[in-house]
């Protein structure tokens, strides 16, 4: 059937199809394609034209948020944490390098002070500033030693025993890294052996001090081979044997050559000038040569700080600038043989502010023999008491 706006319904004889056309005023053609759109597409009975198309998958708000929460760090393993933080404390160069970590979650808060990390640390971020000695930081550097670290336990020992004059406790650490075959802590021990320090002059123990010296020097201690050396230069506490000293010496003074030849190659000829204006260490004579000073143990410049803010009082100082020992009791150091003006825990000490900065200011002082051996006859009259009163052991 036509009509006037161009509809054509088709005849029932055209079967079940019932296809339906539908033209556009004055085209055949258009119909046509009309048609055949709706075939391609499926449409029907008036239905649209347009092709189907995927739905978009949008996540749930609640489900975004969650994913933009998510931190990464959560789904690391606590050992491959423990890991990094060990990396990260053994290449510290200071102890705020390590600080700045433990402060940036709780998670590397609680991680860091894990036995594992702890005994890793190195000595560079155990450097702990006297000014800045606090509770906290005594028991960061207990943890440490009770980690198993050896640089913990010689560092907090050499401050338990000298600057809080908890001389047990000190000797005991010192010995718990000695037993780990920490060189300064063999060779610290070994000046006490030689000085009695913490007890009376009676407590020197020459042999103790010259085995755990030669342990330190056989681990390369640049000191405890110079201390050995003159040891067995001058027979002090050990059978004299004048070459074997001068070849300790020799070794000791090649390793410092050694360990200065990086700054040399670095810096040039400048890097030697400027050594010379700033302190520098010579060899012995017949190498005519010299080095640049090295820089410290992190123990001898606590010590150094310590008692630089402190008023000296009857205790006195090695005097060499590096060292930072005080006596722990009245004339425990040897002096200067020529002047008498300046004081050392050491044979080493002694050989090296000599070659830095004693050898030009000596001179002959009358007079300081004599306050010597009364300051001697008056401390050994004075043990001689002690041991008539029970004091003395």
């Excluded at 033209?23 to 709706?38: Q, T």
């Excluded at 029907?44 to 929460?69: F, I, L, N, Q, S």
């Excluded at 860091?112 to 028991?139: C, D, I, Q, T, Y």
């Excluded at 670290?149 to 020992?157: D, H, I, M, Q, S």
């Amino acid at each position: 059937m036509r009509t006037r706006r161009g509809l054509c319904y088709r005849s029932t004889d055209d079967g079940p199809e019932k296809k339906r056309r539908v033209s556009v005023s004055g085209g055949g053609r258009s119909s046509e394609l009309l048609e055949l759109k709706m075939r391609v597409f499926g449409g029907c009975g008036g239905g649209d034209v347009h092709p189907r198309k995927r739905r978009r998958t949008v996540a749930p708000p609640a489900e975004v948020d969650a994913a933009a929460d998510f931190d990464f760090f959560d789904g690391l393993p606590d050992d491959i944490v423990l890991f990094i933080l060990s990396k990260l404390i053994s290449a510290a160069s200071s102890p705020s390098d390590f600080i700045n970590v433990l402060v940036t979650c709780k998670r590397f808060n609680v991680l860091g002070f894990h036995p594992l990390v702890l005994s890793r640390a190195s000595p560079r971020s155990l450097a702990v500033r006297a000014k800045n000695w606090s509770e906290s930081a005594h028991r960061f550097l207990k943890s440490c030693a009770d980690s198993g670290n050896l640089e913990a336990c010689y560092l907090l020992g050499m401050i338990r025993f000298y600057c809080l004059q908890n001389r047990g406790s000190g000797a005991s650490l010192m010995a718990k890294a000695a037993m780990g075959s920490h060189a300064s802590a063999l060779y610290s021990l070994a000046v006490i052996q030689f000085n009695g320090s913490g007890g009376t002059k009676n407590d020197k123990d020459l042999r103790a001090g010259v085995a755990l010296c030669a342990r330190a020097a056989f681990l390369g201690h640049v000191d405890a081979l110079r201390e050995l050396g003159h040891c067995l230069q001058d027979g002090y506490g050990v059978r004299q044997n004048v070459a074997e000293g001068r070849r300790f010496l020799v070794q000791a003074n090649a390793r410092e050559l050694a360990r200065a030849l990086p700054c040399w190659i670095d810096n040039g000829p400048a890097g030697s000038a400027h050594a010379h204006a700033h302190g520098a260490c010579p060899l012995l004579s017949d190498f005519g040569c010299d080095v640049p000073a090295t820089e410290g143990h992190p123990a001898n410049q606590f010590l150094g700080e310590w008692f630089a803010e402190r008023e000296e009082g009857e205790l006195r100082m090695c005097s060499h600038g590096g060292c930072g020992r005080p006596e722990t009791r009245r004339h425990e150091f040897r002096r200067c043989s020529v002047c008498g003006a300046v004081n050392y825990c050491s044979r080493a000490c002694q050989a090296l502010d000599w070659k830095v900065r004693h050898k030009a200011e000596c001179a002959p002082m009358n007079g300081w023999v004599e306050e010597e051996e009364e300051m001697v006859e008056e401390e050994e009259e004075a043990q001689v008491e002690g041991d008539v009163n029970g004091d003395g052991v």
